[in-house]
């Protein structure tokens, strides 16, 4: 809902005041409820020893919340002038970038990490072809009764 206001806000004449507060309240919620998650994933890391069997969706989802509070954010900081906006704006603008540091080190280990994904995902995909071809495009081989049968 922070990111919405935040995008809708500049294209928006009457009510500009209203969704710059409904960002910057969302936000603010976003960011507890972020928080709050973040303690008990990692309390039960810490304290539980997850194998790597446990480590199922939801604590990839957790990471999703990191990049929504940086978009909402950085789109809250780039608002015209709004009271709650205006008010909120360094504080917004400082923790976002505890969410994300824009450091070129950080961009090229997303450039790394990138190739490798692509490549990971090439070999699933050729691994997929193969198996689409040897499952239903290949010949089955001749059932063993019909080659004892044909044997002098």
Do not use: K
Request: hydrophobic share 60%; glycine share 8%.
């Amino acid at each position: 809902m922070a990111v919405l206001s935040a995008t809708l806000e500049p294209t928006v004449h009457a009510g500009r005041a209203a969704l710059a507060l409904l960002a910057v309240f969302c936000w603010s919620v976003g960011i507890f409820l972020y928080g709050a998650a973040a303690v008990f994933v990692a309390v039960g890391i810490l304290f539980y020893r997850p194998s790597p069997h446990d480590l199922t969706p939801p604590y990839w989802v957790a990471m999703g919340a990191t990049a929504i509070t940086v978009l909402a954010g950085a789109r809250i900081v780039a608002m015209a002038s709004a009271p709650a906006g205006d008010a909120t704006r360094h504080l917004i603008a400082g923790s976002t970038v505890l969410f994300w540091d824009h450091l070129p080190i950080v961009g090229a280990i997303g450039d790394v990490e990138g190739w490798f994904a692509l490549a990971a995902w090439a070999v699933t995909f050729a691994a997929m072809l193969y198996h689409l071809y040897a499952t239903l495009l290949r010949e089955p081989p001749a059932p063993a009764i019909a080659r004892s049968s044909a044997a002098p």
